[in-house]
């Protein structure tokens, strides 16, 4: 599956509605670690059919970055269900990115 443009105007229905969980990398063009998550993401987006994954631009979008606490970026948010359900900030391997979605 691809990855989801998310922006306050879909966030609802992409993510919070979503039937399967969601994960949701915040980041900027500008970030060094972003640039190091983001094809580990675009993976997990081509690898996992159970799994739906967006990504935020925090620059495009600072309403969804300060609603959700975002301070330093990358930051990855799992929402299972409507709810957030896990988080976790800065350039992690893919593995535990995975472990995030279990």
Not at 14 to 38: E, I, N, T, Y
Not at 58 to 83: H, N, R
């Amino acid at each position: 599956m691809s990855v989801l443009t998310i922006t306050k105007e879909n966030f609802d229905d992409q993510v919070l509605q979503s039937d399967k969980p969601v994960l949701v990398d915040f980041w900027a063009p500008w970030c060094g670690p972003c640039r190091m998550v983001s094809p580990l993401v675009d993976q997990i987006a081509e690898e996992r059919a159970d799994v739906a994954v967006g990504k935020v631009n925090v620059d495009e979008q600072p309403e969804l970055a300060a609603q959700f606490g975002v301070m330093s970026i990358p930051t990855l948010l799992v929402f299972k269900e409507g709810k957030l359900a896990q988080k976790a900030v800065g350039a992690r391997p893919k593995e535990d990115l995975l472990a995030l979605l279990d």
